[in-house]
Every structure is written in structure tokens, then in C-alpha cells.
């Protein structure tokens, strides 16, 4: 039946097929096809490409974040001059600037995300 149902049906050959017989003379049989998962992700290999690739990634802060980050612990271990510094020195209006930069780019990716018409892939990505 599988080499039968495979030739619309690739994914038939990984399927579990669950005859029913009727109880009623001259009733059609039941044929019912579940498909198993493939276990896609699961892999302890998946996992490891996912982690090579996460540990390969460029390291990057948004200097926004680094810079609050940086005045908040500066502020708690007492040091309340950090801040005027950096203002001074420009670093805030920087930080600012880049975080700015990067918002508009993160917004702009989305909406051009949102826009897309959803298709299969071919491929499967790494983890799923």
C-alpha cells in the first residue's frame, strides 16, 4: 500500500497506515495515514550546529543598552559623576544615535517581513 500511495504521497513512506474493516458486510474499509515526525531538531547533531553557529556569531551590544547598562552600575557602586561624563565626552548623543540607527533598521526588516507571501522552504534550517 505505501509503494502505492508514494508515488503522490512521498511522505506516506514514513507514515503509520491503519486499516479499519467494517463490521457491515459489503462496507468500505478505512484507511487512516498518520504521518510520523522525523524527529527534526531533536538531534543531538542539530543541536551542536545550532551552538557552533550561535558561538561563531559576531558579538554586538547596541551601544544604547551598553551605555545604561554601564551608568547603572557605575550609579550603584556610588559613582554619580559617570553620567555627566559621558555626556560630556559625547558618548550619550553616540549611544543615542545608535540606537536609534538600529531601531529603524529592526522596524524596517520587520515591516519588510510582514509584507512577504509565507512559502515552503526546500531546505530544512539547522534545529528544526
Avoid: W
Avoid at 15 to 36: F, H, L, M, S
Avoid at 64 to 86: H, K, N, P, Q, W
Wanted: with cysteine.
Amino acid at each position: 500500500m505505501k509503494a502505492a500511495l508514494s508515488v503522490d504521497f512521498p511522505d506516506v513512506e514514513n507514515a503509520d497506515i491503519q486499516i479499519e474493516r467494517p463490521k457491515a458486510a459489503g462496507a468500505p474499509a478505512t484507511a487512516t495515514v498518520i504521518k510520523r515526525g522525523t524527529g527534526k531538531g531533536n538531534s543531538s547533531l542539530a543541536l551542536a550546529e545550532v551552538l557552533r553557529a550561535l558561538d561563531s556569531a559576531p558579538e554586538y551590544i547596541n551601544p544604547a543598552i551598553a551605555l545604561s547598562v554601564e551608568i547603572l552600575r557605575r550609579e550603584a557602586a556610588g559613582d554619580t559623576s559617570f553620567f555627566e561624563e559621558a555626556l560630556l565626552r559625547g558618548d550619550v548623543e553616540r549611544a543615542d544615535a545608535e540606537g536609534e540607527r538600529e531601531g529603524r533598521a529592526v522596524a524596517k526588516a520587520l515591516e519588510v517581513l510582514y509584507g512577504c507571501t509565507p512559502i515552503a522552504s526546500e531546505t530544512v534550517p539547522v534545529g528544526f
